[in-house]
């Protein structure tokens, strides 16, 4: 039997010695990835920490000035759902007796359980390293005002479309987040003898191609019908979009306006409007150029008017507001429970040393109408049933 001879066995690396050699063609070169470079500093020498400081200040005056359209429309809650009266409440005092005592101030009967949803919004900001290498402080800001911006949308936007929608939705309690009044079957509540129906809705259509001063009108008399807007403290102000406010504009009491409608009041500019001349005198109290931060082109009636992107062309929102965060208002914005969820907040990044390197905003918010009969929308078309219009957040 001739012996067998066999070649001897090389050792060969087990698993975890692969996994622990360098790369191929890059043994023994110690080399650096461009993740571990440590970026303190911008091109133009400002500290990212600093910068960092600067984000959270700005966000914190942010969140202390809300947009001006969203706090004149709304009430800021953390209800789920509010029983809210849907008229002004026109109690009166009796006749008194001798003997007798007066009868006992009592909760508006009129309340209806209204809902608000609560959703999560989120967005991110992502520097890399080279970015923030070779950046100046001016272009890392401008991110921050982006997102100042995104949220500024977002918060005007959700509350606009609670307006202009029909719409119902369901909370995570399962409570109805209602529109305005739309002929959905609910009774608005008697006011001063004035009663209506279940077909009753403040979501109407014009009847003609081109806005004209009926439509102010008629949206003014939806709203005050319910009382709303007629107390001192209240103000009755109408968005719309510019097309329509220059219409608006040239309206004269008296004088045939578009659709061969006759106006039943002036136009008349605020005091914040370019300078004009009147052939007649200024009876009354003339606009104020702005109102709690809002910019006032002028006044038609008790109208004060004021254009506004938010609104899309061809629809018209009458409301009335009590002032900023009123629990008068049209709308209730719900926030969470918990303080530290409120507004809007920034998450810093998961990289210790870069802060901005990974940065998230995010504001947890929810809608839903307040008072049912305090705001009233016009949709300007020629025939048809009213379409809710689409208004990015």
């Not at 070169?29 to 600067?54: C, S």
């Not at 359209?69 to 789920?80: F, G, K, P, R």
């Not at 759902?81 to 849907?86: E, G, H, I, M, N």
């Amino acid at each position: 039997m001739s012996a067998i001879h066999t070649q001897p066995r090389t050792n060969r690396p087990d698993l975890e010695s692969l996994l622990s050699m360098p790369p191929f063609g890059g043994e023994g070169l110690g080399y650096n990835t461009e993740g571990d470079v440590l970026v303190n500093t911008t091109a133009d020498g400002v500290d990212v920490n600093a910068l960092w400081a600067e984000v959270q200040a700005v966000l914190q005056a942010w969140n202390a000035e809300r947009g001006a359209v969203a706090s004149l429309l709304s009430h800021y809650t953390i209800n789920a759902a509010d029983a809210v009266p849907q008229s002004i409440a026109d109690e009166s005092f009796e006749l008194a007796s001798e003997f007798g005592e007066p009868t006992s101030l009592r909760a508006p009967s009129n309340a209806i359980l209204l809902g608000a949803t609560l959703k999560d919004f989120d967005k991110a900001g992502r520097f890399t390293w080279k970015f923030l290498r070779d950046s100046t402080a001016e272009q890392i800001r401008a991110v921050t005002n982006y997102a100042v911006a995104a949220d500024n949308k977002l918060v005007n936007g959700l509350i606009v479309n609670r307006l202009f929608s029909p719409t119902p939705e369901e909370n995570e309690f399962g409570h109805t987040c209602y529109g305005l009044w739309n002929a959905d079957g609910m009774v608005p509540p008697t006011y001063l003898g004035r009663t209506f129906d279940a077909n009753h809705t403040h979501l109407l259509v014009s009847g003609a191609a081109e806005i004209d001063s009926g439509d102010l009108e008629a949206l003014l008399t939806h709203v005050t019908e319910h009382g709303y807007g007629l107390d001192p403290g209240s103000r009755l102000i109408a968005f719309m979009n510019p097309a329509e406010a220059d219409e608006v504009s040239s309206f004269k009491a008296g004088v045939e306006n578009n659709n061969s409608v006759i106006a039943k009041h002036d136009f008349i500019p605020s005091q914040g409007a370019p300078a004009y001349l009147q052939p007649d005198n200024i009876v009354g109290e003339v606009a104020p150029a702005q109102y709690q931060g809002l910019k006032i082109d002028g006044s038609y009636g008790p109208l004060w008017i004021v254009r506004s992107q938010y609104i899309p062309a061809k629809y018209l929102l009458v409301v009335a507001t009590s002032g900023a965060n009123s629990p008068n208002n049209a709308v209730s914005v719900r926030q969470h429970t918990n303080a530290a969820y409120q507004g809007l907040r920034t998450i810093p990044g998961n990289k210790p040393g870069y802060p901005l390197q990974d940065a998230f905003w995010a504001r947890c918010i929810g809608v839903g109408t307040r008072h049912r009969g305090a705001a009233a929308v016009m949709q300007i078309k020629a025939t048809g049933s009213y379409v809710a219009p689409s208004i990015p957040m």
